[in-house]
């Protein structure tokens, strides 16, 4: 296996290649460093000056991707593209546009998005589980009908509709929580409780209709047939058998995103005033700051890579006829 | 367990929470922890982190609205009178100003300023000018620096300031503020008014050359990626300190609006000690950099920066004696605003900001009195105002019966939709294109827009000044004859009808091109290229409709149309102004020839050119205020209506709301640094907000039981299915 994940591992050195240069044409497309100064500048008395001023100081003043005036070796070496990327891959994402470290800022800012994401997933994991088995049981009857109903109705409604109004319902007609805000240690936990109550509610339309379908899938295989006729009680055959056999398809679904757990969620941290890691790229994007938007995406490509690696390995240990070679 | 037994306990156990809950003192949702509760802090929120705190680099109003309370520079606003005053902050008294010859002597009594050579402003600091504390001041036993040079064990265990605990103060001197100007001028502090000052301060552009040549060389020297530069050792040839409390500027020829400049955080002191101590190796990488920690006198200091969640302003324990205005504008009595007269100020001992980025819960949090003040998003608006019969905005009940006030203001700013003056259609100085921009100007209705808009927040523009600047008339006196008529003594927007007259004379009959008969065609340059834009530009295209103009809109991002404005490519398009100093020059330097945007990159977008307004200008920039200058003013104002560069648009007004436990609360247009006159009530405060929040807990015991219920029928068919024999 450590032969698989080392091949892995390199086969993400092009990827990210590619992705950190896809990030640099897409950003350098759109943003020219021109416009860059500009919006750091401020919008108002910026003189030609000025602007060729920040550039020099913020290493935006060489050509983006090929040094014509430049010798040899330096012709792509004495670029942007060059001088940004390189210190990349040793994971030194160095100093915002506007001066700010992006290491410090990141490992500052992941922890509350994890405080918000991993209960969201673990709780909303067992409702989601939990209903699914419960339709899965109900099947064909009109539980089962209504249930999915429900479903469907709570995944046509947008997140947000879920933020504003559980908002509204639980911190300001029944002031249980506050609507917004953020704290550190163990105070936080007044705040966390209406965002995770939010994104798990508004995870169980489409999560127990995934799982539904996955056990519905397994429900009349052979093997589920032979532990009913061998007389098992019927939560023992969802429990003991069908679920275990379903674990594969939601280890894809459930290990994949584990890492993007970091990057945090943009609308709930945004409306529950939350200092994670959700708006930093999009805010980063609109400040067109490149260090950060490039430090971000490569950031999250080798979360991504990790990923999916993971869910490589962990395929093994919940199904043995699975070997990584 | 019985099951009586446990139906009884779960019982007990629901009563006992809802008693808890209706007997606790503190609301459970209040974001703020309780033993904050009564104490004299102010709460309010921001939306965005700001982007600079350094006041050579910070020129945006969401960060001035901490670091005015941070900094002082020599000037500032008196907080109640009207129009806007000038009085010292730092300074001991306003500056005194010398026009002197080319040799530096002043020039004899009587003789015409406008000859002067230069301008001298000396300034006197007030000798109980104190820093707050800070470690950059702190001292060991020996008399050394305590934090400079930083070793490397007392650098790896910081991560922010407060990781120093040594602190110190010094009183602050003339030197400071002079070392701060040459921090405006120095290159890689990269101050967005260094050009400006340029063209004023006597030696800015050479100080900026010889400190940018000595920076190089030290970072040649030491291999520091950003050393610290001692500035001290670079004379600046205009700026100069007396005595031990006296300093000089000198600027060439005469500016008089560089008064002004001097009410802003730019030209506020800077202890050369702590740039040095920001300046060691290893803090920038902390985000340990004075562009984040403001070192200032004022009355308050940034206690704690987590800009992801929240900033707070502490008690400055250094603040020298200020004390509350004495006098006001007629009203001010009565509306309670010298209820505190001669009080000592700051009021506040903190103020908390809270990161907000969402306008409903803010709103929401207002409403629950955990904000002190707000202003009125879109979505609430109808929520919070009403209009009278006479179209004054009030609030609407329930709004008063929180004992909610409002505050209304027209604010120094202009919102304009403009010509390009060198475009070949709608640009140029002939009676008919003139004629063609009057005939917009009338169909595109700005009252229409204000209404459907900005909720009749704004009112239509007559030119390009807006109220409360000086040369603004209102009413009769100060209505747009090329656009408005005189209706029962008010003016009222030209018809349609005229305005297709107007078309016809510009040549295009029916809005059409009589040599082809095709619809003249024109476009409109945006950076609003959102669907929450797509009304408003439905809207512009309807209203050139009306004489038959075909309006194209070009939308696309901010940096193209930055572009587009540059190159002169844009045609018609939409910008705005804010007034950075309550004087005329500052808008009427927006139509400029020599202020133009594509020939010398100024904030003229229109690259209006008209010499009779050009020569007018320097003239009014020079003149004190009085008739002379008012003449003056009205003559350039009448000369633009005439040529119409603008559709002049609209000034929007401020709409603000607070709690009936903030005081003082009156609108300030110029003057960020009024945190100091604010006044709270905490115990009125404690009192609303437990009467406001008291949780309600019933619904969720429904919820829960609703949901019991519906489980059963599952639960029974279930426990029937396991019983049932196999078929």
Redesign the interface.
């Known amino acids: 296996m450590s032969a698989y994940v080392l091949r892995r591992l390199l086969y993400a050195i092009p990827i990210l290649l590619g992705v950190n240069l896809l990030t640099f044409v897409l950003f350098f497309v759109v943003n020219s460093p021109d416009d860059m100064a500009r919006m750091h500048l401020g919008g108002k008395r910026v003189t030609d000056a000025a602007i060729e001023q920040w550039k020099v100081d913020h290493g935006y003043a060489l050509p983006l991707l090929f040094n014509a005036q430049a010798e040899g070796g330096d012709k792509l070496t004495e670029t942007i593209l060059y001088q940004k990327s390189l210190k990349l891959f040793q994971f030194q994402f160095g100093q915002s546009d506007s001066g700010r470290d992006i290491g410090y800022d990141i490992s500052q800012r992941m922890w509350p998005s994890l405080a918000i994401a991993i209960p969201t997933l673990l709780v909303g994991l067992l409702v989601n589980i939990t209903f699914a088995l419960l339709l899965a049981f109900f099947r064909a009857t009109y539980l089962d009908f209504w249930g999915v109903v429900i479903c469907v109705t709570m995944m046509s409604i947008s997140g947000l509709f879920y933020i504003i109004g559980g908002q509204y319902l639980v911190g300001k007609l029944l002031n249980l929580v506050p609507i917004s805000g953020y704290d550190t240690g163990w105070a936080s936990l007044k705040f966390l409780v209406l965002p995770v109550i939010v994104g798990v509610i508004g995870g169980i339309g489409a999560g127990t209709r995934w799982y539904r379908t996955l056990f519905l899938e397994e429900i009349n295989k052979d093997y589920v047939r032979t532990a009913r006729a061998k007389g098992l009680a019927e939560q023992w055959v969802l429990f003991g058998h069908v679920f275990k056999n379903a674990l594969i398809p939601i280890l894809t679904g459930v290990v994949v995103v584990l890492p993007l757990l970091f990057t945090g969620s943009l609308l709930t941290e945004s409306f529950f005033g939350i200092p994670g890691l959700g708006s930093y790229t999009i805010d980063a994007i609109n400040r067109q700051d490149f260090a950060i938007v490039r430090a971000m995406v490569f950031l999250g490509a080798v979360l991504y890579i990790l990923g999916l690696i993971l869910t490589d390995i962990s395929y093994t240990l919940v199904d043995p006829r699975v070997r990584l070679e | 367990m019985p099951k009586s037994q446990r139906k009884t306990r779960l019982l007990s156990l629901a009563v006992l929470l809802t008693t808890l809950a209706a007997c606790t003192d503190t609301?459970?949702?209040?974001?703020y922890?309780a033993e904050q509760t009564g104490e004299n802090i102010y709460y309010s929120s921001f939306d965005e982190?700001p982007?600079?705190l350094d006041p050579a680099r910070s020129?945006?109003e969401n960060e001035w609205a901490f670091i005015s309370q941070i900094y002082e520079p020599p000037l500032q606003y008196h907080f109640l009178k009207r129009p806007y005053q000038l009085i010292p902050q730092s300074a001991v008294a306003l500056p005194e100003v010398v026009a002197v010859d080319a040799q530096g002597t002043p020039l004899p009594a009587g003789a015409d300023p406008q000859t002067a050579a230069f301008t001298d402003y000396i300034i006197t600091v007030r000798p109980d000018l104190r820093y707050q504390p800070h470690p950059a001041f702190a001292h060991n036993a020996q008399g050394g620096w305590r934090y400079w040079p930083l070793d490397d064990a007392t650098l790896s265990s910081v991560?922010t300031l407060n990781d120093f605990p040594e602190r110190d103060t010094r009183l602050a001197t003339p030197a400071d503020f002079v070392y701060q100007i040459k921090r405006l001028a120095f290159?890689?502090n990269?101050s967005?008014?260094?050009?400006?000052m340029a063209e004023h301060i006597v030696g800015f552009r050479d100080f900026a050359k010889a400190s940018g040549a000595a920076y190089r060389e030290l970072k040649r020297e030491t291999g520091e990626a950003d050393p610290w530069l001692d500035l001290r050792q670079i004379d600046m040839a205009g700026v100069k300190v007396l005595d031990g409390h006296r300093y000089r500027i000198r600027i060439r020829g005469r500016y008089p609006q560089f008064i002004y400049w001097l009410a802003m955080n730019f030209f506020a002191p800077m202890p050369w000690e702590a740039d040095r101590f920001y300046g060691q190796p290893g803090l920038?990488?902390?985000?340990i950099?004075l562009?984040?920690y403001p070192v200032g006198t004022g009355p308050y200091y940034l206690s704690e920066n987590?800009p992801?969640?929240r900033m707070v302003l502490a008690r400055n324990p250094h603040y020298h004696r200020e004390h509350y205005p004495t006098e006001g504008m007629p009203g001010d009595r009565e509306a309670g605003m010298l209820d505190d007269a001669g009080k000592t100020l700051p009021f506040i001992d903190r103020a908390v900001y809270?990161?907000?980025?969402?306008a409903?819960?803010r709103w929401?949090?207002f409403?629950?009195g955990y904000y002190d003040a707000s202003g009125i998003a879109s979505d609430s608006f109808d929520q919070a105002i009403q209009f009278g019969s006479g179209g004054e905005a009030g609030l609407t009940p329930a709004m008063r019966e929180r004992g909610i006030k409002l505050n209304t203001a027209v604010e120094t700013s202009i919102f304009y939709t403009g010509f390009n003056m060198a475009d070949p259609v709608v640009g140029g100085y002939t009676e008919k294109a003139r004629a063609l921009r009057r005939a917009i100007a009338i169909a595109v209705d700005i009252e229409e827009y204000i209404s459907v808009f900005t909720n009749d927040r704004a009112q239509a523009a007559q030119g390009p000044l807006p109220p409360g600047i000086y040369g603004y008339l209102d009413g009769a006196q100060g209505y747009n004859p090329y656009v408005y008529a005189l209706t029962d003594g008010r003016p009222r927007r030209r018809g349609i009808a005229e305005a297709k007259a107007l078309l016809a004379k510009a040549g295009y009959p029916n809005g059409r091109d009589p040599k082809t008969g095709a619809p003249l065609v024109l476009h409109y340059d945006t950076a609003s290229a959102g669907p929450g834009s797509k009304a408003a530009l439905d809207w512009y295209r309807k209203q050139f409709a009306k004489l038959g103009i075909e309006l194209v809109i070009r939308a696309t991002?901010y940096?193209r149309f930055?572009?587009k404005m540059l190159k002169g490519t844009a045609q018609i398009y939409t910008w705005g102004w804010n007034a950075?100093y309550p004087d005329p020059e500052n808008f009427l330097f927006l139509l400029y020839g020599p202020n133009g945007k594509v020939a010398y990159?100024g904030?003229n977008a229109s690259n209006y050119s008209n010499p009779a307004f050009d020569k007018l200008f320097p003239r009014m920039k020079n003149l004190p205020n009085g008739p002379e200058r008012l003449a003056v003013i009205q003559r350039m104002v009448e000369i633009a209506r005439r040529d119409g560069p603008w559709i002049w648009g609209f000034n929007p007004k401020a709409f603000s709301l607070h709690h009936a436990w903030y005081h003082n609360a009156k609108p300030h247009l110029m003057a960020n640094n009024t945190l100091k006159y604010k006044r709270v009530d905490p115990q009125l405060r404690a009192e609303k907000r437990r009467e406001w929040?008291?949780?309600?807990?019933w619904?969720?015991a429904v919820i829960a039981l609703v949901l019991l219920i519906s489980v059963a029928?599952?639960w029974i068919?279930?426990r029937r299915?396991?019983r049932e024999a196999a078929r």
Not at chain 2, 27 to 31: F, G, Y
Not at chain 2, 192 to 196: D, Q, T, V, Y
Not at chain 2, 693 to 697: F, K, R
């Open positions: 609301a459970w949702n209040n974001p922890p982190r982007k600079h020129y945006s991560n290159g890689p990269h967005p008014i260094a050009g400006l920038a990488e902390r985000n950099t562009d984040w987590n992801n969640l809270s990161l907000e980025k969402e409903i819960p929401n949090k409403l629950q991002d940096n930055q572009e950075d990159r904030e929040n008291h949780p309600v807990i619904p969720v029928p599952a068919a279930f299915r396991e």
